[in-house]
């Protein structure tokens, strides 16, 4: 089964990293490509900018962020193409640019997508 990670964007990139692939609808500020070292950019399983507007990053509304962000990525049909791609892989890392580390998109992104592989 894949491994499936995350990291911070301006986090130093690492072998152990596997595929690379930023998971933000907006590209991490001040950062180049060569910095980032991404295999992939997957902007179409970013939450909605209305979504992520809305929760605007307050930890006291991130479950209920979670709930719209699954139920945006249950409707989302380029969730299907990426665990095609992804599933033989052994690890890949969702890269983000948001400051906090325990209460992210990436971390909901992250838990959806093991789920679904479980069920492939």
Do not use: C
């Amino acid at each position: 089964m894949t491994e499936i990670l995350i990291k911070r964007a301006y986090t130093e990139p690492s072998d152990h990293d596997g595929y690379r692939i930023l998971v933000d609808r907006l590209w991490p500020r001040g950062l180049t490509k060569a910095a980032l070292g991404l295999d992939q950019w997957a902007k179409s399983l970013a939450p909605s900018s209305e979504l992520r507007k809305a929760w605007n990053h307050d930890t006291d509304r991130f479950e209920q962020f979670a709930a719209q962000y699954k139920d945006e990525l249950n409707q989302n049909a380029a969730v299907d193409e990426f665990l095609e791609l992804v599933d033989p892989m052994p690890t890949i890392t969702l890269v983000y640019a948001a400051r906090n580390e325990q209460t992210n998109h990436a971390m909901v992104l992250r838990e959806y997508l093991l789920e679904q592989l479980k069920l492939r």
